[in-house]
């Protein structure tokens, strides 16, 4: 007998498991509409070519070592994402009350800012949208969190944002509440508030206060642009509210499995900024001790070195009109077969995803009959979409939905 028998099995982390089934599958016409990565126009990942160059010039250069990072990480990583996120006319950065702790991926950065806040400040409640990217409740809940709410969010008989019962929720919400915002390409729905609505949300978590934790995972792939995408955060800084932002670098840079993030924060003043930085940095000593290096240094490379920098734009553009593309061309496919239902909410979603709308039922006819995996949601990954597979998934759906 082992002392670990008695330990329950936890259910399968349901995106991973997801592929590891498309890929055990051998039909020749599957699709994987739900792991949340990049794919190119042939279904492959996409090794950025910036990226590429960048390695290249690291494996060849004689002054680089395996030395460990500080504990807060790389000082000019962290530099370069605050300016990044901010912009560099920030008002926060000059004043020098913005600064950023190199964290794990966004994920890293999230548990982080969360340990913080349980720990530190003794925030127990946490809100997020209803649905949210699914490790946020664990997240949260891991770092000592037990209160956990959630605020409307997806109307999903009119496929769009609930915006009253979203500001409802949080005029609710007790002091310090912390509310996690998906700060653009809201997963897993897609669908992000217009400006005006974020005034509106901003105002409430400043008259309520509440403290806001922005979650920024796709940076430039809303709309192609990294400065409108960071609209909400600069927003916030303008506004001047003290928040955190859990920046992560795995899809616009394609680097999911280097993990590199940022915790990032703004803060009222110089002395509270470097007081947050010097307790962070004592427990990421208690947690992963110091960072890794290489994704981190491709990062500041890439920001720092202008010509580098522009190409790496290009490929965002490139990564977020394929994504545009695919959206339009479903879409149309879905009108074309006269598919029941609207769906014109496929186009109005921004970055990676698109929830369909699809019910449990019709999901499980699609990975049963078609070999098309996605989300119990409904939510796909646009990505897996390519002008090859798209008459097939489209065909699939008009099924599902008319069966
Ligand atoms: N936040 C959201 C909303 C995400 O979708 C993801 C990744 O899927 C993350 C955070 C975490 O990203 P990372 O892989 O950098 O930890």
Redesign the pocket.
């Known amino acids: 007998t082992s002392i670990f028998g008695e330990l329950e099995v936890p259910a399968p982390i349901e995106?991973f498991a997801l592929t590891a089934a498309c890929n055990e599958d051998t039909h020749p016409h599957k699709v994987n509409l739900g792991v949340?990565?990049y794919r190119t126009e042939e279904g492959k990942p996409w090794v950025l070519p910036v990226v590429h160059s960048a390695e290249n010039a690291m494996a060849n250069d004689p002054t680089l070592n395996h030395e460990y990072l500080p504990v807060k990480g790389s000082p000019e990583y962290c530099k370069s994402v605050v300016q990044l996120l901010l912009g560099s006319d920030s008002k926060a950065i000059s004043d020098g009350r913005a600064g950023a702790i190199q964290a794990?991926?966004?994920?890293?950065?999230?548990r982080l800012g969360a340990d913080f806040l349980h720990t530190l400040l003794k925030y127990n409640v946490f809100y997020t949208s209803s649905p949210?990217?699914g490790?946020?409740l664990g997240v949260f809940k891991h770092a000592g969190f037990t209160d956990s709410r959630q605020y409307k969010y997806w109307d999903n008989e009119k496929r769009c944002l609930d915006f009253e019962g979203l500001k409802a929720d949080l005029m609710a919400a007790p002091e310090n509440a912390v509310i996690v915002l998906?700060g653009v390409?809201?997963?897993?729905t897609g669908m992000d508030p217009t400006q005006d609505q974020w005034k509106e949300i901003a105002a409430i978590i400043k008259e309520r206060k509440l403290f806001p934790f922005i979650?920024?995972?796709?940076q430039g792939f809303a709309t192609g642009s990294l400065e409108a995408d960071s609209w909400v955060p600069r927003y916030f800084e303008k506004e001047g509210f003290e928040f955190f932002c859990?920046q992560?670098?795995?899809?616009n840079f394609g680097l999911?499995n280097e993990?590199?993030?940022a915790l990032t924060i703004v803060s009222a003043n110089a002395a509270a900024l470097q007081k947050i930085l010097a307790n962070l940095e004592i427990l990421v000593r208690r947690t992963w001790s110091n960072p890794p290096s290489h994704g981190a240094r491709v990062v500041a490379t890439i920001l720092n070195n202008p010509s580098l920098f522009n190409e790496w734009n290009q490929h965002i553009q490139t990564m977020a009109n394929r994504v545009l593309l695919m959206r339009d061309l479903l879409f149309k496919k879905l009108k074309a077969l006269g598919t029941p239902g609207k769906w014109d909410h496929i186009t109005k979603q921004t970055g990676?995803?698109s929830y369909t709308g699809l019910s449990p039922n019709q999901v499980n006819y699609l990975v049963k009959e078609y070999h098309i995996y996605l989300l119990k949601s409904g939510r796909i990954n646009m990505c897996g979409i390519t002008t090859k597979n798209v008459d097939y998934v489209a065909t699939a759906i008009h099924e599902a939905v008319t069966k």
């Open positions: 995106v949340g990565a794990l991926g966004g994920t890293g950065a999230l949210t990217w490790n946020h998906h390409a809201h997963n897993p979650d920024l995972a796709y859990a992560s670098f795995s899809k999911y993990r590199v993030g990676m995803f």
